[in-house]
């Protein structure tokens, strides 16, 4: 991504206004501005012009909150490229890996006459993601590099559903100010595997998860200012996506928000490492043959001087759902599946009440505190197997939000017998035809008494955010208490949750 500070011009204007207008400029514009938005918000001068703007970003250079020593985020290439038999690796690690529904691609490989697989940076339990150059360009163009997702072919629907609703997302609203923030894919094709057809997403390659680039500042922690503006511009992303593009994300979680490159020279300085390495560790897979190549994607330490340059962007929507309007009367028609990881399921969704937009909304709410504290808000959702113990879930929601609204738990009973066309098979090949059946409820008796009292924990939401002076936190509770809420319906929205106080402090 080219990012040309000397196009920008922006009029010395207040600095609330300064803000719509970054939100609202082209992806390359808000990539070269991405930290200027957290000065934005933390600075008390009245105006700011664009050269005061780019010095506080040299200014940055001179910040000295990220470690001290680059940390070491994945093993450097081996000249030695066999890994034992016995050693997992990568998407082997997935619940039910089967390898044969992996496309079996390799280093130096040509897809569809046009891309060069060069390196693996990215695995999944329903992909493989593969760094390539285009091929097929001109000699006077400049060269391409893409990050191809070459999607399992277990789940054929699955996997056209994901194209489709990144399709759908693409033709919507070009210039709102969230559509940098959602990650779609530049062009798609398939590819013809050993035992069936296989869909395969080019997008422009990113640095890394978020998770990945939290790891790279002292403690493992962001700034406070970092965070805000790291909340600011996910919120934008999902104002485009609930408003204009009609899609609920259901799958919210620090793998799935991506981090851009801090400047231009990254990608190619690690294409050429990668190159000169000529080395790719991996194995055999003993039943099917495929080898296995182990992900490189440590793309280096970061670039200080172009920290002002990184934004996140949300991705992955295999599991996005497109909600529309039913009826003369405009309401929004509810989910009905179960969505979302285990720790960040909104209630509605474990008691089966329909759930919409606001779901993402909870799924934010729960999330931050990843991204502000590094930990979880919700510790005991699982058992020692990794099993989802929901009846544990809600006890927690209890302790921190107190008993839930009489009317959540009485749509909650009138949607237990609503059946799911078609029932849901698990893992272990069980059916479940209804949330019930799923979940395991009830967990309230007719009086909304909770059936698992003793499972309720003593804390306090309060307590919660241990790393907020006295005055951040009043502020940080206030803006948390809009998002995480029993009622989906008292939930802000995206785009009024960007207007709190907290975020433009």
Not at 59 to 75: C, D, Y
Not at 144 to 163: M, Q, S, T
Not at 249 to 258: A, C, F, G, R, V
Not at 440 to 450: A, I, L, M, T, W
């Amino acid at each position: 991504m080219h990012i040309h500070h000397h196009c920008l011009r922006l009029p010395s204007v207040p600095v609330r206004a300064n803000r719509a207008i970054l939100f609202s400029l082209t992806s390359s514009s808000i990539a070269g501005q991405g930290l200027l938005l957290t000065l934005q918000l933390h600075l008390e001068a009245k105006y700011l012009t664009l050269s005061e703007m780019q010095s506080i970003i040299r200014a940055l250079k001179r910040i000295r909150f990220l470690r001290a020593k680059p940390h070491q985020l994945s093993r450097s290439l081996s000249t030695t490229t066999s890994i034992p038999q016995y050693e997992p690796v990568d998407e082997e690690f997935s619940p039910g890996y089967d390898p044969k529904h992996y496309y079996p691609a390799k280093p130096g490989e040509v897809l569809a006459d046009h891309y060069r697989l060069l390196v693996k940076i990215g695995w999944g339990s329903g992909s493989t993601v593969w760094l390539a150059r285009d091929v097929a360009r001109y000699r006077w163009q400049a060269e391409r590099i893409v990050a191809l997702k070459i999607l399992n072919n277990n789940n054929p629907k699955g996997a056209d559903h994901e194209r489709r609703i990144e399709e759908h997302i693409a033709k919507q609203t070009p210039s709102h100010r969230g559509r940098p923030v959602i990650r779609s894919y530049l062009e798609n094709f398939e590819l013809a595997g050993p035992i069936g057809k296989h869909i395969c997403l080019a997008y422009e390659p990113s640095r890394e998860p978020l998770w990945l680039y939290q790891r790279r500042f002292e403690s493992d922690r962001f700034t406070l200012p970092m965070v805000k503006a790291y909340i600011l511009i996910i919120l934008a992303g999902l104002d485009y996506l609930h408003s204009v593009c009609k899609v609920v994300h259901t799958d919210l979680k620090l793998d799935n928000i991506l981090i851009t490159f801090e400047n231009e020279n990254i990608l190619p300085r690690f294409v050429k490492e990668q190159e000169e390495a000529q080395s790719m560790q991996c194995k055999t897979d003993s039943e099917t043959g495929r080898v296995i190549y182990r992900c490189h994607n440590n793309f280096g330490p970061l670039d200080p001087s172009g920290l002002g340059n990184i934004y996140p962007q949300i991705t992955d929507f295999g599991a996005a759902t497109l909600l529309g309007t039913g009826g003369d009367d405009g309401a929004v028609q509810l989910g009905t599946r179960p969505i979302q990881p285990d720790y960040y399921r909104a209630p509605e969704v474990i008691l089966g009440c329909g759930w919409s937009y606001s779901a993402d909304i909870w799924n934010l709410g729960v999330m931050i505190w990843n991204i502000l504290e590094g930990t979880e808000l919700f510790t005991q959702v699982q058992d020692a197997e990794g099993t989802y113990l929901p009846e544990a879930h809600l006890a927690q929601m209890i302790a921190l939000l107190g008993p839930p609204p009489k009317k959540l738990l009485v749509m909650s009973e009138s949607m237990a017998q609503v059946e799911w066309s078609p029932a849901i098979t698990d893992e272990r090949g069980k059916i479940f035809k209804n949330n019930r059946e799923y979940f395991g409820g009830p967990f309230f008796d007719e009086e909304g008494n909770f059936f698992y009292n003793d499972l309720i924990p003593a804390r306090k939401l309060e307590d919660a955010v241990p790393s907020l002076e006295a005055s951040d936190k009043e502020a940080f509770l206030s803006f948390i208490k809009q998002m995480l809420t029993w009622l989906p319906e008292e939930r802000k929205t995206a785009r009024q949750l960007m207007e709190h106080p907290f975020l433009n402090d």
